[in-house]
């Protein structure tokens, strides 16, 4: 089972002063006990220092990246370059064609090599690394920056900020923090991972500043209609069949505050190729909790959850072997549609009948 990062949705952590220069001496292959410090500024300051002394990064994400993912690595990929470092971007599995714009002009490298310090972002669980990175991750040296509410901690500087509406928006405060000016690219960058993950400013942790920042990174050139052109409608044509498969599926449950969906497609990208799909179901005005459940051939499931105000479907997913948001969540699982799909159902509208003054009817 597999842990699945999944959109959602604030602001960022308290910047503070850049401590010393000295060299960092951050573990190699640990657990990440550095990021248990109870200091919540150490792991930042730790990361000052670390990007101050060492010269050379790989930056990555997880693979099957979102535009958080993504632009969060390309953006601090660029941000290391712009402070004089040789980094790279080191690109994960399947990396979706819509947004390969995100990186355009960002260096990358083909392999991650032992001994490399690795900037990961976005990534809440170990098992949504690169392949290349799980091989080698006992040599590597690896600083996890991350805003997933559910996670392991599997880096040996970890960096999280459960606020932020991004990984993108932790990014964008590292920039400030280090005085580095915010090129139009990089306003890109970061405001595709802000309004990807903000479901297009509307998630729970969209607040004044999500705005603050969003118009600071249009001043600094990013275009929000070429962008929410590239995020929102970039479905091909294969993608809306499946879709109006899916939507053949529909079924309501629990006094029609749950919905689901099913999808049963054996070819190769079909998890990505049905991103977008659960979000659909939430346009009802009585659903409060939805599940997709996507049936990949050989013996294998992806269910991904949503849910509207306090319903937490991270808790769902993680009881699954999963994770993610409050309000966005996913899992992998071994099984097929008909044993996960009674099971996932079952949980939702538990969830729904259990939390008081949720889900009446519209
Ligand atoms: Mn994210």
């Given at each position: 089972m597999a842990r699945t990062p999944e959109s959602s949705s604030a602001p960022s952590p308290p910047c503070a002063s850049v401590s010393s220069l000295a060299s960092v001496p951050l573990p190699v292959g640990g657990t990440g006990e550095m990021g248990d410090d109870p200091d919540k500024e150490h792991p930042w300051a730790t990361l000052d220092q670390l990007l101050r002394s060492e010269n050379s990064f790989v930056v990555t994400c997880h693979r099957a990246p979102d535009a958080d993912a993504l632009g969060s690595a390309a953006a601090l990929t660029e941000l290391l370059v712009a402070l004089g470092k040789d980094a790279r971007l080191f690109l994960p599995e399947r990396?979706?064609?819509?947004?390969?714009?995100?990186?355009?002009?960002v260096p990358t490298t083909a392999d991650v090599v032992a001994g490399q310090t690795v900037l990961i972002t976005d990534?809440?669980?170990?098992?949504?690394?690169p392949e290349r990175l799980v091989r080698i991750r006992s040599s590597l040296r690896c600083v996890v920056i991350d805003h997933h509410s559910s996670y392991q901690v599997f880096g040996d500087l970890e960096l999280r900020d459960e606020t932020a509406c991004s990984t993108g928006s932790m990014v964008l405060d590292l920039f400030r923090r280090f005085r580095v000016k915010v090129s139009p690219r990089v306003a890109t960058q970061v405001y595709a991972a802000m309004v990807t993950d903000t479901l297009g400013f509307r998630g729970n942790r969209v607040d004044a500043g999500v705005f603050h920042d969003a118009a600071f990174l249009v001043e600094s050139g990013a275009d929000p209609e070429s962008i929410a052109r590239r995020m929102f409608d970039a479905w091909t044509p294969r993608k809306l069949k499946l879709f109006q498969r899916a939507l053949d599926t529909l079924t309501f449950h629990c006094d029609q505050r749950v919905a689901s969906m099913t999808i049963c497609d054996r070819s190769s990208d079909i998890y990505g190729e049905t991103d977008?799909?659960?979000?659909?179901?939430?346009?009802?005005?009585?659903?409060v909790a939805a599940v997709l459940v996507i049936d990949g051939g050989a013996d294998e499931c992806k269910l991904r959850f949503r849910s509207k105000g306090p319903l937490n479907v991270a808790v769902v997913a993680q009881r699954m072997g999963g994770g993610g948001h409050s309000n966005a969540a996913a899992t992998v699982v071994a099984g097929n549609l008909e044993q996960w799909l009674p099971r996932a159902v079952s949980a939702l509208s538990s969830m729904v009948d259990l939390t008081p003054g949720v889900g009446s009817r519209a």
């Open positions: 990396v979706p064609e819509h947004l390969e714009f995100l990186y355009g002009g990534t809440p669980s170990p098992g949504l690394l977008g799909f659960v979000d659909i179901m939430m346009r009802g005005s009585t659903v």
